[in-house]
């Protein structure tokens, strides 16, 4: 019987999963595997990590939750710790595998890991097939060549909103019989199905103690994804009232929070859209059901625009090449005032603390201490995205690096450099100071 290893990566869900669909519709034994990358839990010139604590920990929550979810369905997970490129070229030669399939990734680090793993599995005949899963919109129906793609959301939305069919969700594999005949010669082969701890990942600490101001006790998980899913449309109805709420501060209600389980691929952005559409079905359609359609075309559009411009989108001048960028400063006291939540500004210090207590940050917030590390403190950009990147729990290259090109004003909107009034900001948002209370007292 031939061998097809499903390699995971940020798609950590049995339901619409391309890849993992197409290998059990071959007949061959399917081998799902995932790869602990070591680089990503490296620490950085900047004093922390590339993925902090609050992302490990969600990220081995993910990656347990896919070994049982196999497991309920006769197979396991194989896991493994490194490079991906030489522990999956390694394992794929050893069990003899025809293929290795997984997801298609857009940036740089991800990509070179492709490019590498490929070759590798070339060199022995064995083919690589990357899907394209991790939006809405499938890169092959957009109504444009990439390279075409517009510079203004709004163009790229009005381009396609009505236009694109997205595609609907692949459907969960059943038991199947390749799975168990993997079940029966993974022990033989002693493949490893051990999860690393926080410890092996490189982290001397324990896990924080959870914050009772937290928003939501984010738990890593196809299972959880899901069930954020059904609290938060049927169970509790908010999405019918989420545009009013959106821009709001505190608890876990005001927006959908699905961002992280989104990062990881646990909850697929095509499963969200069938679900607003049965919610607008059962319940009701209103500008609120439309809208978080609309938030996920902004989640697609920043994966289309790093495809589009490469490496730029870590650059100083940014997509626009803008030299405006190069005259800020790399002030490392600045910088970690602004990180311990201790500027003296209310606003940004309450949502600076929430970020490093609890590893996430509202939209409002993230918006508000990223324009005001710019354009006020005038420190380097990339230093903020680096460390939201280590700090967010629900950090997405594309949509972390994109976000601060526009705050930065080195985006690729022609148009866009906005300035956030913070004293306006905190007016408008947290009215009575409750925000500011809750976290800086
Ligand atoms: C400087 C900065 C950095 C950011 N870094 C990230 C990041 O690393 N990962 C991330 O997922 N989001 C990032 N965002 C976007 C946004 O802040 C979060 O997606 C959102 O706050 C997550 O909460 P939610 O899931 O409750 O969002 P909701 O308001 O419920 O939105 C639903 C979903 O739409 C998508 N979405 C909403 N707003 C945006 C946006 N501006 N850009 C892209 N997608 C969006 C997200 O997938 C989100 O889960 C960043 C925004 C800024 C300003």
Redesign the pocket.
């Known amino acids: 019987m031939e061998k097809i290893i499903v390699w995971f990566t940020n798609d950590l869900r049995l339901h619409d999963h391309e890849a993992l669909w197409r290998a059990t519709q071959k007949n061959a034994m399917v081998i799902p595997v995932y790869c602990f990358d070591e680089r990503h839990f490296a620490p950085i010139k900047l004093g922390f990590r590339k993925t902090g604590i609050f992302r490990a920990k969600f990220l081995l929550e993910a990656v347990a939750n896919l070994q049982k979810n196999l497991q309920k369905i006769g197979s396991n997970l194989v896991i493994l710790k490194g490079k991906p490129e030489v522990q999956i070229a390694a394992l794929a030669q050893q069990i003899g595998v025809k293929a290795v399939f997984g997801s298609k990734e857009v940036c740089a680090e991800e990509t070179a890991v492709e490019q590498e793993l490929e070759i590798k599995l070339r060199t022995v005949g064995i083919e690589l097939n990357l899907f394209w899963q991790a939006t809405l919109l499938h890169l092959e129906d957009l109504p444009f060549p990439l390279q075409k793609l517009p510079d203004v959301f709004t163009d790229f939305r009005k381009n396609c909103e009505k236009i694109v069919k997205i595609r609907p969700t692949f459907k969960n594999p059943n038991k199947l019989l390749d799975f168990q005949a993997f079940s029966q010669l993974y022990p033989a082969l002693n493949l490893p199905t051990t999860l690393p701890t926080l410890q092996e990942l490189g982290f001397a600490t324990t896990l924080p103690m959870q914050d009772s101001r937290a928003v939501l006790d984010f738990e890593g998980g196809e299972t959880t994804g899901l069930q954020r899913l059904q609290h938060y449309f049927w169970d509790t109805d908010q999405l019918k009232v989420?545009k009013e709420t959106?821009n709001g501060l505190i608890g876990a209600d005001?927006?959908?929070?699905?961002?992280?389980w989104?990062?990881l691929g646990c909850l697929s952005?095509r499963k969200i859209y069938e679900e607003i559409a049965d919610y607008e079905q059962k319940r009701v359609q209103n500008d609120s059901t439309y809208w978080?359609f609309f938030?996920?075309l902004?989640?697609d559009?920043?994966r289309l625009v790093a495809k589009k411009y490469g490496n730029k989108l870590f650059a100083l001048s940014g997509l626009k090449g803008s030299r405006q960028a190069l005259q800020n400063r790399t002030d490392q006291a600045v910088f970690e005032q602004w990180i311990q939540g201790k500027t003296g500004l209310p606003f940004i210090d309450a949502n600076m603390k929430e970020l490093q207590a609890t590893g996430?940050?509202?939209?409002r917030g993230?918006?508000n201490?990223?324009s005001y590390l710019v354009k006020d403190l005038h420190i380097h950009w990339q230093w903020?995205?680096s460390y939201?990147?280590s700090q967010?729990i629900?950090?997405?290259?594309?949509?972390?690096?994109?976000?601060?090109n526009?705050?930065a004003g080195v985006g690729n909107d022609p148009r866009e450099n906005r300035y956030f009034n913070i004293a306006t900001q905190a007016k408008k948002y947290d009215e009575k100071g409750e925000y500011v209370r809750l976290w800086v007292g």
């Open positions: 989420y959106r005001y927006s959908s929070k699905f961002s992280a989104l990062a952005p978080l938030e996920l902004w989640r559009y920043f996430f940050l509202s939209n993230r918006q201490v990223a903020g995205a939201f990147e967010l629900d950090y997405d290259v594309c949509s972390n690096w994109g976000n601060w526009y705050i």
